[in-house]
């Protein structure tokens, strides 16, 4: 009886790991809905152009750090559940560095006027603001470039956070993820 008790421990704080930071992550989640309907801001309505090019840019972020991820074999499935994983990592260093996706932003890389990709992100940076400026009356402009950054912030945030927790979640549950997988087919198979 001792050794089935000794066996479910570690499983029983692992899951209390994933609920810990899936509720951080429904509370991330409600709070900045909450807050982009506090802002109420029509601009993205009238010109659906911009609502479309925030969405994108905190989408291209966020693909940026999924391929930063790639280059250090963190999709990889025999590093995904090996004991070297780069998800091997305790719920505080989960939230602190792995989910939190303004720690993978290069800075060095940012500031570096030779890079070809970052010449083209400041381009787009400047050609966005100047027609924010163009396209809006004066008073207008710096509420919906505020606005703008937040919602990219928000969407970056949450896409990196939602895939960081997936493929930690994997890690942590392990084997058990093959469990999970055949209940769910059984169940959409009926």
Known sequence: MLAVFELLTPAAFAVARLLTAAAIFFVVLKAGIVIINALNFEVFTKIPFLGYFVKSIGTVLSVL???EWYAKGAFAIDTLFGPESYWRRDLAEFLAHTANPFQHIPLEMLADPTNLSIIIFYAVTVAFLLAIFLLLPARDAPRTIFVSIIYIGFIFYMLVYAAAFLLWSLYTLN??????AILLLTYVRR
Do not use: A, E
């Open 65 to 67: 750090v999924f391929i």
């Open 175 to 180: 084997f058990w993820v093959c469990v999970v």
